[in-house]
């Protein structure tokens, strides 16, 4: 469908961010800086953009040979192809880390996420934020490589690891680590994006590992974490609270689009580009699989970590209130924060499909 929607390889996607980026491309080829403080600015404009998206495609540009509008825009046309594949791995990647014992479930949750339209069609191709995209295409994998390092840090926990174990558990940390730097390159609202993912997760066990160690007598280790942690965080506010770069981003004026009950029923019915439910099917598995993860008591942050995206989603596009303030961080536009919803949706959708099978 992607394929056919654009008409031709080299054709110019039709909308107006796309006019910006195409631009921009063009300018590093012809300047050689794709530097992500001054890349798509000009030479002595210090202004931060992220151009990870645009560094890596003008790579492709200049295997193309002269350059030309077509080389630039078959190339742009191509990362959206590129993208969509390796979102439906990652898509793959996150329900294995998750649930690494049904491997059913690893395929049946590739295939639902390619039938949600919040990603690649919307962010992609309807809006045109091929570098919003690039951040929101690694958010599974790297979700993925986080929730396997953590299982196996807390494997080591439960028993005596060898030394290989230890080694292979700080290579998935680092890899996780590397995986999450990755994706705030690309985009720092897709860091955010991938932190509303993996919270409920992270908090989950962090409640399990402080109770451990509370009730094993061990306080200081998780007192002292603790007010780092809290110090950390204020240091880290007070830092951001002075950037003229959020300063803009949280200051960016979009006026309300819907009622909050509206926005919810629209992305759980999946009809962001349509008023007609073209993906029931998939939406109705979704809502079995929270109701069966719920009921079974396991691993039910994926249900909240669905419904965190479906608020916050909600909240941007309004009507206005002191907590559409916290959206800020995506130019209070729903579509940016929608992109999320499927990474948890398809493995719940999976769940719900082997569920009504059995």
Do not use: C, K
Not at 45 to 67: E, R
Not at 72 to 90: C, D, E, K, P, Y
Not at 223 to 238: H, I, K, N, S, Y
Not at 272 to 301: E, F, K, Y
């Amino acid at each position: 469908p992607t394929m056919i929607g654009m008409g031709a390889p080299d054709a110019p996607l039709q909308q107006w961010d796309a006019v910006y980026h195409l631009n921009g491309l063009a300018l590093i080829q012809e300047t050689g800086d794709a530097s992500q403080l001054n890349g798509l600015y000009g030479a002595g404009a210090s202004v931060y953009y992220p151009t990870a998206w645009h560094a890596a495609v003008s790579l492709v540009v200049s295997l193309g040979g002269p350059l030309t509008a077509s080389s630039i825009t078959a190339a742009a046309n191509a990362s959206t192809l590129v993208m969509s594949v390796v979102w439906v791995l990652g898509a793959a990647a996150f329900a294995r880390a998750v649930l690494p014992h049904r491997p059913a479930v690893t395929v049946l949750a590739a295939l639902a996420v390619s039938a949600f339209s919040m990603f690649p069609t919307v962010q992609l191709a309807t809006l045109a934020q091929w570098p919003n995209g690039l951040a929101t295409m690694l958010i599974p994998g790297a979700a993925a490589a986080v929730v396997t390092a953590t299982r196996s840090w807390r494997s080591r926990a439960d028993r005596t690891s060898p030394p290989v174990a230890r080694v292979t558990s700080v290579v998935l940390t680092a890899l996780a680590l590397g995986s999450a730097a990755g994706v705030a390159l690309a985009q720092p609202s897709g860091f955010v994006g991938l932190a509303v993912v993996l919270a409920p997760f992270v908090v989950t066990v962090l409640a399990v590992v402080v109770r451990d160690a509370w009730r094993g007598g061990r306080r200081t280790a998780v007192l002292v974490p603790a007010v780092l942690v809290v110090v950390f965080v204020t240091a880290a506010a007070l830092v951001l609270s002075r950037s003229s770069v959020l300063d803009m981003v949280f200051g960016f004026a979009r006026a309300p689009q819907r009622s909050i009950p509206v926005s919810v029923a629209r992305i759980l019915t999946d009809t962001v580009l349509t008023p007609v439910p073209g993906n029931i099917v998939v939406s109705v598995l979704v809502v079995v699989g929270a109701v069966v993860l719920l009921r079974r008591r396991r691993h039910r942050w994926l249900v909240v970590s669905a419904g965190l995206v479906v608020a916050l989603a909600a909240l941007a596009a309004g009507p206005e209130n002191p907590l559409r303030l916290v959206t800020g961080i995506w130019y209070t536009q729903a579509a940016r924060i929608e992109a999320f919803y499927p990474v948890p949706a398809a493995v719940l959708a999976a769940v719900g499909a082997l569920a009504v099978v059995d």
